[in-house]
């Protein structure tokens, strides 16, 4: 299904935010703990998990290095994918 632009820029934000959510917490991280490893504020974590922030690409490097997954993992959009209520 291809989605209209604001569409797919909404749920590609919403996914990134799913998955640096479960990432996080898969690997028992605090959003200061991420913070601190990732070198960003506690703030920027928070704003990137409720889907009001994309990574730029060194951050998401960054991200993807620490829960030791591969980059294009936290970019794959899934439709249908499942939204976390944080």
Avoid: C, W
Avoid at 19 to 39: N, S
Avoid at 60 to 85: H, M, P, S, W
């Amino acid at each position: 299904m291809i989605l209209g632009g604001d569409r797919l820029k909404e749920d590609f934000g919403d996914s990134i935010a799913n998955k640096v959510y479960e990432y996080r917490v898969l690997a028992r991280l605090t959003q200061q703990e991420l913070a601190d490893k990732v070198g960003v504020s506690k703030q920027t974590i928070f704003v990137m998990e409720k889907g009001n922030y994309t990574p730029t690409l060194l951050l998401a490097y960054r991200l993807a290095n620490v829960f030791q997954v591969d980059i294009t993992d936290l970019f794959t959009y899934t439709e249908g994918e499942r939204k976390y209520g944080h």
